[in-house]
């Protein structure tokens, strides 16, 4: 552990200090991410807001790490907006801490629904490999690419039905 993290541990005997440092990294850390899920959907402030459902001066108020004005409905119409799912718990300290250390753009990313549960196969992405090839090499190469991808786990037995309708 850190001399910061020592240190943090030591004034976290202080109840009242301990709940307010830990409610200002969960408003960075919810606002920050609103950031960079916006900026990795590559939106402007007003494309969030319309996709949201919201108006756009709301956007710059939910991206400052300042505002502790968060409601559950305005945090599921963000979620909607991005195609991810919002996860709201009750966790120990402990566990807490290190959001601390997550604060980074690539910590923050989240991988949309569409992508998440039905990622495009790497043979779909580079159709032009399989224009010149027969029908039997297609199968083949379909089948390699799709038990060596990254497929989800329940995917699995999809992309077998698919090669043998193929």
Known sequence: MSMLDQQTLNDFKDKEYAH?????IINTYIATQIK???EQNDWTQTQLAEKAEMLQPRIPILENVNNSSLSLETLRKLARAFDLVLCVSFENFGRALPLINRL?????RRTPREKDLFPEPIWMKDKAVLEDKTFEQKTTIQATVKSESQLPAWAVG???LENAHA
């Open 20 to 24: 307010e440092y830990m409610e200002e």
């Open 36 to 38: 960079t899920l916006r």
């Open 104 to 108: 980074d753009k690539e910590s923050l």
């Open 158 to 160: 999809i992309a077998v």
